[in-house]
């Protein structure tokens, strides 16, 4: 198993550029999330899935779209990308239920000029 | 307002000696706890759950609802005990800022 796969592992972007982080995992796990790390924030969620077709938003979702419409994969869109969104970016996954392990993957690195 | 407090930065300890990294949470309902770790290089990934009461690598951890605290321990560090540790609360993960722990020889 892959595990949790993070594409690409670093990006540099102009503001106002769109593009997209993609996340897939191949552990058939229903839970799916995004997260910003920040110096002296800590990780903060950006958006969240359940199942495929159900998405909701976290704790910093403005800037960010999401969607998931396969189980496998949750990539997240930044439609205009800001100097506020260098960060890096974490994808995890989980099984359902209380108390279950989230697996992370690599991260990616993001930086807009 | 669901909050996760880490108070100390960074913690640095001699091999052998006992460690404790103090979480504290804010939750009004059941909280789920958790302790990540990050070691260089590598992913982060989960070290402790307080439901499994279980013990990973020496560490344990034990749920204090009274002092809305989850505490890590510890009793002899190792130097490969060396990481970025983070405690963090519910399915939807609030982080605490973490704690680097140091572990000199």
């Known amino acids: 198993n892959a595990g949790v796969t993070q594409t690409p592992k670093f990006q540099v972007l102009k503001t106002g550029q769109s593009m997209t982080l993609q996340c897939a995992q191949d552990?058939?796990?229903?839970?799916m999330s995004w997260y910003r790390q920040d110096p002296g924030m800590g990780l903060r969620l950006i958006h969240y899935?359940?199942?495929?077709?159900?998405?909701d938003q976290g704790e910093v979702p403005n800037g960010y779209n999401v969607s998931r419409s396969t189980t496998e994969d949750f990539p997240l869109r930044l439609l205009s990308a800001a100097p506020s969104q260098t960060s890096v970016y974490f994808c995890?996954?989980?099984?359902?239920?209380?108390?279950?392990?989230?697996?992370f993957g690599p991260g990616t690195r993001l930086t807009v000029l | 307002a669901q909050r996760v407090t880490q108070p100390e930065k960074l913690l640095s300890v001699f091999k052998g000696a006992p460690v404790e990294l103090k979480c504290n949470y804010s939750?009004?309902?059941?909280?789920?706890l958790f302790w990540y770790v990050q070691y260089s290089r590598q992913r982060l990934q989960l070290l402790l759950r307080?439901?499994?009461?279980?013990s990973i690598k020496g560490f344990t951890a034990d749920l204090n609802k009274g002092e809305t605290s989850f505490h890590l321990k510890k009793p002899f560090a190792q130097e490969e005990d060396s990481a970025m540790y983070y405690c963090?609360?519910?399915?939807?993960?609030?982080w605490g800022l973490g704690t680097s722990l140091a572990v000199n020889p």
């Open positions: 995890a996954s989980s099984y359902s239920g209380i108390g279950n392990e989230q697996f």
């Open positions: 963090a609360l519910n399915r939807k993960l609030i």
């Open positions: 552990m058939n796990h229903e839970y």
């Open positions: 939750y009004s309902g059941s909280p789920e």
């Open positions: 307080h439901i499994s009461r279980e």
């Open positions: 899935s359940v199942g495929a077709g159900i998405t």
